[in-house]
């Protein structure tokens, strides 16, 4: 199950982890958010362990928001040691997030 990430507990989550971290900011309201959701569930499951999936949810967190210039959802970012290394704008297939997940992981 994807985690719930939240302006307080951020930085803990995600930045601090010696993971990488992919994270997927949606919105109840956003069509497209809940079409990705699903995917993202499924690849928490296949990654425990390996990586951190969470997703913010951007009416209820808008610190990491505008810290992250989030114009647009559904937006995944993917992380590693801190620092944002990828990001996927929209509604796109799982292989592909799973793709850029997995070059995170080498």
Same mark, same amino acid.
């Given at each position: 199950?994807?985690?719930?990430?939240?302006?307080?507990?951020?930085?803990?989550?995600?930045?601090? *982890?010696?993971?990488? &971290?992919?994270?997927?900011?949606?919105?109840?309201?956003?069509?497209?958010?809940?079409? &990705?959701?699903?995917? &993202?569930?499924?690849? *928490?499951?296949?990654?425990?362990?390996?990586?951190?999936?969470?997703?913010? +949810?951007?009416? +209820? +967190?808008?610190?990491? *928001?505008?810290?992250?210039?989030?114009?647009?959802?559904?937006?995944?970012?993917?992380?590693?040691?801190?620092?944002? &290394?990828?990001?996927?704008?929209?509604?796109?297939?799982?292989s592909i997030l799973a793709d850029k997940l997995n070059k995170q992981l080498v």
């Amino acid at each position: 199950m994807a985690l719930e990430i939240t302006d307080a507990n951020f930085e803990e989550v995600v930045l601090k *982890s010696d993971k990488p &971290v992919l994270v997927d900011f949606w919105a109840e309201w956003c069509g497209p958010c809940r079409m &990705v959701g699903p995917v &993202v569930e499924e690849i *928490s499951k296949e990654y425990a362990g390996k990586a951190i999936v969470g997703k913010v +949810n951007v009416d +209820n +967190n808008p610190q990491i *928001s505008t810290q992250f210039g989030i114009r647009n959802i559904p937006a995944l970012l993917y992380f590693k040691d801190g620092q944002v &290394v990828d990001k996927q704008i929209g509604a796109v297939p799982k292989s592909i997030l799973a793709d850029k997940l997995n070059k995170q992981l080498v």
